[in-house]
């Protein structure tokens, strides 16, 4: 099946530092991507929305400049973190379409746990 | 989006059938309806798909009545590595917004 990987798989930093999460789509081309965010025991929150040659969208109560994300190939979206504090910290998840699967087949990477001291 | 509602968790035993219910009392005429699985620490995984009756894979069934208003997914012959998360999302266009799943849990 289609592979989409992260990385890091996990990263911890110190208070107010950026971090950045890369996303890549490893066998197919992915114009639309999608970053969610997953805080222990809850469901996954989806963050924004990533297209290649564009600026993404956000979803409501997301800060865009405080995740700003770039999608400058159909391979590869990056998802950086700016200014990370504790409550940043999560287990943060992209997918991406592939052309000609199901209308609600994404394919998930094994997501990115940021630890932030 | 259409909102989902299943229940929090299931226990079971190896080797029974599994049936998950979903409602989803707002869906749209092109919304279909698709469950993921998710272990800890992974990302979800793409289980079934589909948009009304019945469709099967090598590793579910999902059975959808004809009002589309719920849907079930059916897990034949569980073992343990089928514990985990199991969300039912209604798809339209590209976006899935995901609801707080059935965490499952198989016993021995």
């Known amino acids: 099946g289609a592979v989409v990987s992260q990385h890091p798989s996990r990263v911890i930093c110190k208070s107010g530092t950026s971090v950045k999460i890369e996303c890549r789509s490893l066998d197919f081309q992915a114009t639309t991507m999608f970053w969610y965010r997953q805080f222990p025991k809850q469901s996954l929150m989806l963050m924004a929305t990533?297209?290649?040659?564009?600026?993404?969208?956000?979803e409501q109560g997301v800060e865009k400049d405080k995740f700003l994300i770039n999608h400058a190939s159909l391979t590869l979206s990056t998802l950086t973190v700016t200014s990370a504090h504790p409550e940043d910290s999560s287990f943060y998840i992209c997918?991406?379409?592939?052309?000609?699967?199901?209308?609600?087949?994404?394919?998930f990477g094994e997501g990115s746990r940021l630890t932030v001291l | 989006l259409a909102k989902t509602t299943q229940p929090i968790s299931m226990d079971s035993y190896e080797g029974q059938e599994v049936n998950i219910t979903c409602s989803h009392n707002?869906?749209?005429?092109?919304?279909?309806i698709t469950w993921y699985q998710q272990f800890p620490s992974q990302g979800p995984r793409f289980i079934i798909q589909g948009y009304k009756t019945k469709v099967t894979n090598e590793v579910a069934s999902l059975f959808i009545p004809a009002d589309r208003k719920s849907s079930t997914l059916s897990l034949p012959r569980v073992s343990l590595s089928d514990t985990a998360v199991y969300y039912c999302?209604?798809?339209?266009?590209?976006?899935?917004?995901f609801g707080q799943g059935t965490e499952l849990s198989v016993k021995p």
């Open positions: 990533s297209n290649e040659g564009s600026k993404a969208t956000y």
């Open positions: 999302l209604v798809a339209r266009g590209g976006k899935l917004i």
């Open positions: 997918s991406a379409r592939r052309e000609g699967a199901n209308t609600g087949e994404l394919f």
């Open positions: 707002n869906i749209a005429t092109n919304d279909y």
